[in-house]
C-alpha cells in the first residue's frame, strides 16, 4: 500500500489513495464534529448574553450592515473558490489547485482585515472585551472564528509553498483536500454568526 | 523501492520513551504517568479523610482542606482514571482489531505528552503559590477573582492542555476502530473492550469541546477581563455549570463504559463462555452513550430550571438505568453454568458487579427531584459517585490490569498478593463510603472541612478513615506487586486465561508490529474459534512480507513543552513568554507538515517467527 509514491501515476480521489489518506479524511471529518460543539456551545453562550449589554453599547447602537455584508460577500466567494480547487485536485490539476488556493488566500485575507477594522472600531465606540458580557461573548465568538480564518490562511499557504516543491501526490493530495474542507467548514460558521449575531443583533431583542 | 529508510532507528532507554510513536509503548507511558498521579490522588484523599477522622480537629486547615478536595477530584478524574483507561485501550485495541498499529502514531504521542505536561502544570500549583480551591467543579463565581487565588488559573490552563491531548486521542481510537480492522472483523465480531472504547472516543469527541469552551470562557474572566460569569456586569453563573454538566456527565460514562468492556471481557474468559446477550450488549453501550448526553441538568435540579426540566431530566436519567440493568444481567448469565475459575482479575470483575449496582440504585435516587433537593451537597452524594467511580471504574481498571499485565510486560503477576489486593481494597472501599450514605442522610454536608461533636457524625467519619486506610494498604500491595514481577524472571506465555480474543493469539510482549501477518477473522471470540476449530493459531490473510513502521519523533514532546510554558506565561501574564511557547509549538508544527515521515521497513527475515500462532 504506502509503497508506491510520488512517481506512479496518480490515481483517482488521490486524497483517499492510500491508507493514510483515508484516515486522515476520516479523522478530519470527526475533528470538524468536534469543532462543530465547540462552536455551539459558544453560540449558545453568546445568545444567553447578547441582551446583557450592562449600560455599554449595544449590538443595534454598533453594528454597520454594509461592512458585515461584504465581508460576507467575501468569504462566501473564497469557500466557493476552495470548492474550485477541490475540483481540480480531482482532474490533477496542480496549477488549477495553486491558482484558486491562492484567491481563496487573498479573500480570506480581505475578510480578515475588514474584520479587525471592525474590531478596532467598536474599541473606539467603547466596546471592550471588559464592558459587559455581551462585549465578552462577541469578541469571543467572533474572534475565535478570526483565529479560525487566520490559522486557515497560514494553513493553505504553507501548503501552496511545500507543494510547489513537491508537486501533488498521494502524500499531498489529502492535506489539500482537508484544507479545503478546513476552509468550507469556517465558512459554514460565519453563516451561522451572520445570521445569529448580525441578523438577530439587528433587530434586537426579540428572539433568543 | 522507494525512499525508505530500511533499518528501523537504534533508540534506547529513556530516549526511546520520549520519543516512541509505538502504541505499545504510549500505553506503558500512560500507565506510569496516570499511576503517579493516582497515588497524588490518593496521598490526597488521605489526608482529607485524617482531617476528618475526628470532630474539631485543625490537622490541615480550611483553606489547605479547599485545595486538597479540589486537587484530589481533578486529579482523579482527569490525570488518573482518565490515562489509564487510556494506557489499556491503547495496550489492546489495536490487538484485538487485528491491527499493526493506530491510525495516527505520531498523533497518538502527542496526546500522551499533551495530557503529561497539562497534568505537570496543574501540580506545580502547590508549590507556587498554592493549588486550586473551588472544588473539582469550579463553580462561578467562587472561581472569579474576586474568591479564588491564582490556583484557579493552573486549572484552567492545565485541563485545557490535558484535555487537547484527550480530545485527539479520542478522535485517534475512532478512526483505528473504523478503519483498521483485520479481515474479516465486523463490527459486530468486536470484542466488547473495543465496542467500549470506540463509544467512549465517540463521547470524548462531542463532550470535550464543551468544557474546552467552559475554560476558555473562564480564563477570560479571571485573566482578560470578561464578564461571562460576573452577574454584576450582566453575566450568568449557570452558564458555566451547564458547560461544565453537558461535559461532566458524558464524562463519567467516558470514564465506566471501559470498564464495562473489561468485565465484560474478564467475566466471559473466566467462566470459559461467550458473553451472553453479546448484541444486547452492544446496543445498550450505544444506548448508555446517547442518554449520556440527554442527563446534565440533573447535576443542576437545585439551581431553579423549573419543574418541567426538573421532571424531563430526572426521567431521562432514571431511563440510563435500564440499559445499565441490561449488561448486569447478561453478566450474571454469562457466569451461569460457566465454569468459573477466580484469579485477581475475576475477583475485581465479580466485585464489581454488586458495588457499581448499588451506586446506580443510589443514582436513581439522586436522579428524583424533590428527593434530590434533600441529598444534594451532601455526604449522601459523595458516598453515590465514590460508589459508581471507585467501586466501579477502579474495581474495572484493576481487573483488567490483572488480566492484561502479561500481554503489556510480558510477566504474570503474583496472585497471591493479588488476592490481597483484592481483599483489603475492597472491603476498605466498603468501609469508607457505606457510612458515608449514612452521614449524608444525617445532614453532614460535603465540602466542609470540620464538624462538631455529639451529632451523630463521629462514629462514621471515624470509621470512614479507618477504611481508607484500607484501600491505601491495597493500593501499596498493588505496587508491591508490580515490583514483584518486573523482578521475576518467568516470562507469561501468549495465552495465559486459555483467552477468547486476538490478542492473545500473539506473544506477551508482542513485537513492534503486533502481528506478523495480518489475521483472517472467522467469527466473534475470533481466536476461540480457531481452538474450537482445532487450529493452533489465527490463519493468516495475507503472505509473509515487509512491514512498514512509521518513525520516532521527538516533536510531540517538543510540541506539548510549548504549550507548557505558554500555560505559565499566561498565569503569570507575561506574554513574551506566551509568545515564546507558542511559537516553539507552532514551528513544530510546521516542521511536521513539510517534512514527510517516510517511515522504515522491517524486512521479512527479521521478523521473529512466532507471529500469528498462538
Ligand atoms: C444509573 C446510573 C446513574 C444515575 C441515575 C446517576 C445520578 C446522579 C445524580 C442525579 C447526581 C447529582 C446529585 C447531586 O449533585 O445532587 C449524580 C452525581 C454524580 N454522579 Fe451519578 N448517576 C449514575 C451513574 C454514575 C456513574 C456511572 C458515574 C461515574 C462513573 C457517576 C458519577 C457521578 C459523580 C462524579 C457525581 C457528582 C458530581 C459532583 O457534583 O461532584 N454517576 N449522579
Ligand atoms: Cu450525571
Redesign the pocket.
Known sequence: MANHHAHAVLPDEPEKATLEGKNKVLGFWLFLGGETVLFGSLFATFIALRDQANGGPTSQALFDMNLVAVATLLLLTSSMTSVMATLALHRKDLKKIQLWLTITVILGLGFLALEIYEFVHYVNEGLKMSTSAFSSAFYTLVGFHGAHVAFGICWITLLQLSATKKGLTVVTAPKFYLACLYWHFIDVVWVFIFTVVYLMGMIGGKVG | MSAHASHAPNRSGLWDYLTTVDHKKIAILYLIAGGIFFLAGGLEALLIRLQLMYPEIELVGAKTFNELITMH?TTMIFLAVMPIIFALMNAIVPLQIGARDVAFPFVNALGFWLFFFGGVLLNTSWFLGGAPDAG??SYTTLALNQYSGRGVDFYVLGLQIAGLGTLIGGINFLVTIINMRAPGMTFMRMPMFTWTSFITSGLILFAFPAITVGLVLLMFDRLFGGNFFNPDAGGNVVIWEHLFWIFGHPE??I??LPAFGVISEVVSTFSRKRLFGYSSMVFATALIGFLGFMVWA??M?TTGLGAIANTLFGLA??L??VP?GIKIFNWLLTMWGGQIRFPTANLFAVGFIPTFTI??MT??M??VPPA?YQ???SYF?VA??HY??VG??VFGLFSGLYYWWPKMFGKMLNETIGKWNFWTFFIGFHLTFFPQHFLGLMGMPRRVFTYLKDQNLDMGNFISTIGAFGMTIGTILFVINVVVAAKSSKRAPADPWDGRSLEWAIPSPPPEYNFVQTPLVRGLDALWVEKMAGNKGMTPAEPIGDIHMPSPSFLPFLMSLGLFVAGYGFIYHNYVVVVIGILATLSCMFTRSVKDDPGYHIHEDELEEKGVKA
Open positions: 477530584g473539582w467543579t463519567v460514562y470514564l465506566i440533573h447535576h435540579f436519567t432514571m440510563i438505568a445499565t451506586g446506580g443514582g436513581v439522586l436522579a434530590d441529598y444534594h451537597d452524594v453515590h459517585f459508581v467511580i466501579g471504574l
